[in-house]
């Protein structure tokens, strides 16, 4: 780019690094993936992803071009962080995307909660589900902690195993309980496979620990204690993320099928769940995601002795907490 193509640095300059919004606050975090998981960006072409990406790149370098205004640089900021992963700068692959959660998630969390009567469509759906879970989980992992084929393989079995067997299991003790208690089956699968798919995604942050930094992002060591954590927050905000949509629907549903002109149109119902799970994914998604912070911390004195002696002979006390990437 030649020197007639930049444009004089103007102050203040804002960081391109950071969210547009206090992410140390609910509201900020809120506010931050309100504007990530928008379904819309996730029709970007690569074309419009790559220039966000340029321009972002360029502004960190005071090389944007001339006229550029701070709208186009907020919405290339927004559009970078909602593609690509924030540990390795890598484009992520469509359907793991926080931008696809919503279209993605109310498809086939709609068909699961419809389709729940009989085996086959409980194991067809669950392995959808899955699938898509485990692709989302793989995308939004700890890049900076490797993860083999057969360990992505594993975990992708046994979560849908898991997953399957909840599901079926459940089924058959539900067979003469009331309408609504099967109903609630998706669910309960979901959370059960949650639990598993996530820390068997992401395995090796538990064996070998997470990378953690100082309050200047420079590397100080791995924690498994900190892995522990931030996987333990990411079950607790998926499960939380399903919870509203899984949970209220059945009753929504329960009480329409009462109504003879809801019942006359069963191929309304599909639609109408999927929709309805949907609604809830618009507001659960960015709620879920900024239930604990992206970049969180963990006290020095909570880690294992020997990364803390490591630290403390390093840096004394002056480092009381150190901080990692939870994913999401």
Known sequence: MTSAAVMEVAKPRF????????????????KHFFSITDSRLAISTNKQLDDAKDLVQNYKLGMEPPGT?????????????SAFHPDTGDRQNFIGRMSFQVPGGMLITGAMMQFYRTV???????????SFNALVNYTNRNAASSTTNWQIG?????????????AIGL????????PLIARYVPFAAVAAANCVNIPMMRQQELINGIVIYDDQGKEVGKSRKAAVKGISQVVFSRIFMAAPGMCVLPVI???????????????????????GVGCFLVFMTPCACALFPQKSTIAVSKLEPDTRKAIQDKYGDSLPYVFYNKGL
């Open 69 to 81: 205004k701070e709208e186009q640089l907020r919405y290339a900021q927004r559009l970078y962080m």
């Open 171 to 178: 089924n058959a003790l539900t067979k003469t309980a009331p």
């Open 253 to 275: 549903m329960e009480r329409l099928i009462k109504y003879p002109w809801f019942n006359k149109v069963p191929v309304l119902h599909a639609p109408f769940q999927v929709l």
């Open 120 to 130: 086959p469509a409980v194991v067809f759906w669950q392995w959808v589900n899955q």
């Open 154 to 166: 594993t975990a992708y079995a046994t979560a849908t195993g898991g997953a399957l067997v909840t």
């Open 15 to 30: 960081d391109m690094d950071s969210p547009r919004w206090d992410q140390t606050t609910f509201m900020g975090r809120l």
